[in-house]
């Protein structure tokens, strides 16, 4: 290990930054220095015997003490928008002045927008305006990073990884599994949309060739797995691991999306004034005949009498759609990976099916059913 | 002066002011002062800050930055030991050999060695050595306890515990991921429970195979295959990298029987022949009604309740009105288990892992 650069990992306990930590060590590629927010994000990086450190991502000062002598930087940071904003600066600063020569920032594809236009690629202006509070976030922590890299004290390389899957994902891996588990999984349009995966694997690798290819300082570069995979193919692929048939979720009509979609907003409307005692109270003062026909219209779901054949199987219900994962599944173009390819070096090592299989083989056991 | 206290208050001292502390003994301790069962009259930590953060329910306690400090001005009654583990051992003993009755949190010690020195220690003191194995209070616990011995559902074939949730501790240190002081990783941690529970319920063990993660450090995941002196057989994974279950479920020859993890007042069972089963509410036995009929009354003692009914049952220990839910020689035996488990690991299978990685992998677990 005396020969390799020693790394830092900010935000090291999540999902990806985990499998990056574990990824650089078990290929003896880096002296990892993992860094977490507090001490229970040590757990999973704890199976390693590795120098982590705890520190706030958004104090420059604690972060600068921790980041003395390491040559790069992997900035993974999780949260929201204030925490993406100032974990950036902060993050940058602190690694001027500990001297690390590269930040390697873990952005998202989601900058383009999450129906990217025909042509898009790395160097397409980013889209600003946007519905989801995520996407935007993403979009300004880039746009900082552009401003303050100009002084170029460290080197800045963006990643946009797209849809990251893979063992210990939440979002695109478990939470599907759980969704097919509980019959709450859907699929617009037969689950045709384009979703750009990238294997966790993968992600690494390209991080990996962020930190140490030349002549990639302050550029930005899309990583998927570079192959055509539908919003079908992955679902079925988590389908699968937990013996759930596939013909059994919902498929919805991206017709009837927004008004599914316009359900669950009131439903989440009403659960907020069940939820809250504020509310509650002055719910008290409401005759009850007026309450439960604001609890009618909460829960009601007011499809257009045509269009309840958009949902098939029909005998499964109207699921409840989340806005944002309905739109991602309504993609229709293949994000391009070319620039990492050619300028990064990035050669996705693992292929969609290879990934899908190993995320099974986790899934079997994270699900407690991998044992006999 | 603050208020007077009963003759029979016991001084007692708190050994370690982490998270633990705060969020389970502070308030068991606090409630158990207002009734004049327990004066806690000192608090020790080797960081200032956590005995302040402690010290604001305990305002007459001293303060003390190591436990010599504290022996060299007064030996409490009880000493409750909550420091990292490695440190347990030579913490009780010292506290023993000054004559305090000791409750120690778990796990009692990270080695049998250990464990045999704190009970010679207790038994050459004359002195009580209490573990907090207090999920044995548990009206749930406790119940699947008495279904099994009385074997209603007839004898135990198999079992299956899967426990585990993403590590969320608020731990005040790194001592929970380091082997020096922790003694290992989710085994050790979280699994003592688990393994007391199952020691208490199943019997001894016959035969044990051990996986786990860990790859220089220490595991996050762990696998055992147990085969008890019963003949029944069966499953524990744990876990603090991922959620899993968090259910032990127990087959008898008749029907079956599950516990949920931490959840004090509800089991459920069921006969195999049955397509139905019972969610099984646990309450309070109450007078019969006014019909002469038997009923149930109020709900069973919650977790707060149990977690200060351990103590109050160390303390009814020393007045000798009670004896102890868990001695020292009884939480040996998970010790004893956990060691056997340790010594004997293997790494996990990871199939999700490339084979280049699992090779590398095998090299780091085993040095």
């Known amino acids: ?70 040559a790069v930087l992997f900035l993974c940071v999780v949260g929201g928008r204030d925490t993406l904003l100032q974990s950036a600066e902060a993050t940058y600063r602190a690694a001027a002045r500990a001297g690390v020569r590269r930040l390697v920032y873990l952005s998202s594809a989601v900058v383009h927008g999450h129906h990217p236009p025909q042509g898009t690629d790395d160097y397409s202006e980013l889209v600003v305006r946007q519905p989801f509070e995520y996407n935007v976030s993403k979009v300004m922590a880039e746009h900082l990073f552009r401003r303050i890299r100009a002084d170029g004290a460290v080197e800045v390389v963006t990643l946009r990884p797209s849809i990251v899957f893979g063992p210990r994902s939440n979002w695109w891996t478990a939470q599907i599994a759980t969704d097919l588990l509980s019959n709450k999984a859907y699929l617009i349009d037969g689950g045709a949309g384009i979703c750009n995966t990238v294997y966790v694997d993968n992600l690494a690798q390209a991080m990996w060739q962020a930190a140490i290819a030349e002549g990639v300082a302050n550029q930005d570069f899309i990583v998927t797995d570079g192959e055509l995979v539908t919003w079908l193919d992955l679902y079925s692929a988590v389908a699968e691991a937990v013996g759930v048939d596939t013909a059994t979720v919902a498929m919805i009509n991206s017709d009837a999306v927004t008004q599914l979609t316009r359900v669950a907003r009131r439903k989440e409307l009403w659960g907020k004034v069940t939820g809250n005692r504020f509310a509650r109270a002055i719910r008290e003062l409401i005759p009850s005949r007026v309450v439960e026909t604001i609890r009618q219209q909460c829960h009601s779901a007011r499809l257009p009498a045509y269009s309840s054949a958009l949902v098939e199987p029909a005998s499964r219900g109207l699921p409840s759609v989340d806005p944002e994962i309905a739109s991602l599944q309504q993609c229709q173009y293949v994000l391009p990976i070319t620039k990492a390819r050619e300028v990064l070096g990035y050669a996705p090592q693992v292929t969609f099916s290879e990934g899908a299989r190993r995320t099974a083989e986790w899934l079997r056991f994270a699900f407690g059913v991998a044992q006999d | 002066m603050g208020n007077p206290v009963s003759p029979k208050s016991e001084r007692v001292a708190l050994i370690g002011c982490g998270a633990a502390s705060e969020i389970l ?34 305002p007459l306690a001293r303060h003390h930055l190591n436990v010599d400090s504290m022996l060299a001005e007064t030996a409490p009654d009880l000493a409750i030991i909550v420091s990292p583990h490695g440190f347990h051992a030579d913490l009780a003993i010292k506290c023993l050999e000054k004559g305090s009755h000791v409750l120690c949190e778990k796990p009692m010690a990270t080695t049998t060695v250990d464990c045999d020195r704190m009970i010679d220690a207790a038994e050459k003191a004359g002195c009580l050595l209490a573990v907090g194995h207090f999920r044995r209070l548990f009206p749930s616990s406790r119940m699947v306890k008495r279904i099994l011995d009385e074997e209603l559902l007839g004898p135990v074939r198999s079992f299956r515990f899967l426990e585990g949730e993403i590590y969320s501790w608020p731990a005040q240190t790194a001592s929970f991921f380091k082997r020096a002081e922790a003694g290992g990783g989710v085994l ?20 044990v195979l051990y996986r786990d993660d860990s790859m220089g450090g220490v595991e996050a995941n762990c696998l055992i295959r147990l085969k008890m002196i019963s003949g029944a057989e069966g499953v524990l994974q744990l876990s603090r990298d991922w959620s899993l279950p968090n259910r032990y479920v127990i087959e008898c020859q008749k029907g079956w029987i599950a516990y949920m993890y ?12 049955s397509e139905c089963g019972l969610d099984a509410e646990i309450r309070t036995r109450a007078a019969n009604n006014l019909a002469g009929m038997r009923e149930l009354g109020s709900a069973a003692p919650g977790f707060t309740d149990c977690f200060t009914a351990q103590l109050r049952n160390v303390v009814d220990a020393i007045h000798g009105a009670a004896s102890l839910q868990v001695s020292g020689k009884d939480a040996r035996k998970g010790i004893a288990l956990i060691e056997k488990c340790y010594r004997n690991r293997a790494l996990l299978d990871m199939p999700w892992l490339g084979e280049l990685e699992m090779r590398r992998a095998r090299e780091l677990a085993h040095g």
């Open chain 2, 25 to 58: 003994y502070a308030s068991a301790l606090d409630m158990l002062s207002a009734e004049r069962v327990i004066e806690v009259t000192a608090l020790v930590d080797p960081n200032p800050e956590r005995t302040l953060a402690i010290g604001k329910k305990f």
């Open chain 2, 262 to 273: 931490d959840v004090v007042n509800r089991i459920e069972w069921g006969f195999h022949d």
């Open chain 2, 188 to 207: 050790i941690e979280a699994g003592v429970h688990t393994i007391d529970l199952l020691l208490w319920w199943l019997g001894d063990v016959a035969q």
């Open chain 1, 1 to 70: 290990m005396a020969d390799t650069p020693r790394v830092a990992v900010v935000g090291a306990s999540g999902f990806i930054a985990s499998r990056l930590v574990e990824w650089l060590v078990l290929r003896n590629l880096a002296n990892v220095r993992p860094i977490v927010r507090s001490f229970k994000g040590m757990a999973r990086l704890a199976r390693f015997d590795l120098d982590c450190r705890v520190a706030d991502a958004r104090d420059p000062a604690a972060l600068e003490r921790q980041l003395k002598g390491c």
